[in-house]
């Protein structure tokens, strides 16, 4: 079956960066963009931009743009999110999913299971 | 940006009752919306696709309808597991944003 499996949580310093894996499974990895979406304590979704499998290519949700990059390994079936210059605001789960159809723009279904990042000092 | 106004923002109903969960687009997104069930510690499972596309193996109390910039996520007889947090979504373009959520609870 269509699978996501995120890496585990992480604890980091504020100013430092985090970088998560996004395993696919179940698909052809290079068919459909993955999105990365993350969700603080209590709070709603909050879209943090898509990457292309195939081409590599990018969008960033403006708030993220600057310290994000979302890469690939097709080798191993795996998108990557990488948050750095990270503060308290930045503790969250945070999501991959994958569009539904092709094209960045579709409807998010499966989603990975969810990565919790804690920025404390 | 097109910001995606959900309301309200919670509810307690009693099981057997209707439930109606509204979002409103601040542009015309055709309908290109999808409506999420998030329970409590889960992950978001989409219920409806297209405004009004019931997804596979959701049951037939959830309904959508709307088109444009108003669209209306339905539980036709409310149960017990239906006890959730609800978000809308477009996907017209990005970014992709999410409603702030309706978190539904039993009376």
């Known amino acids: 079956q269509v699978q996501l499996v995120q890496s585990g949580a992480e604890v980091k310093k504020p100013g430092a960066s985090v970088k998560i894996s996004c395993r696919a499974s179940g698909y052809t990895f290079t068919g459909y963009h993955i999105h990365w979406v993350r969700q603080a304590r209590g709070q709603g979704l909050e879209w943090m931009g898509w990457?292309?499998?195939?081409?590599?290519?990018?969008n960033y949700a403006q708030k993220f743009r600057g310290r994000v990059a979302m890469t690939r390994d097709k080798s191993f079936a795996t998108a990557y999110l990488e948050l750095g210059s990270l503060t308290s605001d930045d503790t969250a789960i945070y999501f991959c999913?994958?569009?539904?159809?092709?094209?960045?723009?579709?409807?998010?279904?499966?989603w990975g299971q969810g990565t919790l990042v804690t920025v404390s000092s | 940006d097109i910001q995606m106004t959900q309301s309200p923002s919670s509810l307690s109903a009693s099981v057997g009752d209707r439930v109606t969960i509204t979002c409103r687009a601040s542009q015309y997104i055709n309908n290109y919306l999808a409506w999420y069930q998030q329970k409590a510690g889960r992950v978001p499972k989409v219920l409806i696709f297209?405004?009004?596309t019931l997804q596979s193996g959701v049951p037939s109390r959830f309904s959508g309808s709307g088109s444009g910039t108003d669209f209306t996520l339905t539980i036709s007889s409310l149960q017990p597991e239906d006890v959730a947090t609800y978000y809308c979504q477009t996907y017209k373009n990005a970014p992709l944003t999410f409603g702030g959520g309706t978190k539904v609870e039993i009376k």
């Open positions: 297209g405004a009004s």
């Open positions: 999913a994958r569009a539904k159809g092709s094209g960045a723009y579709n409807w998010f279904d499966p």
């Open positions: 990457l292309a499998p195939n081409s590599g290519g990018t």
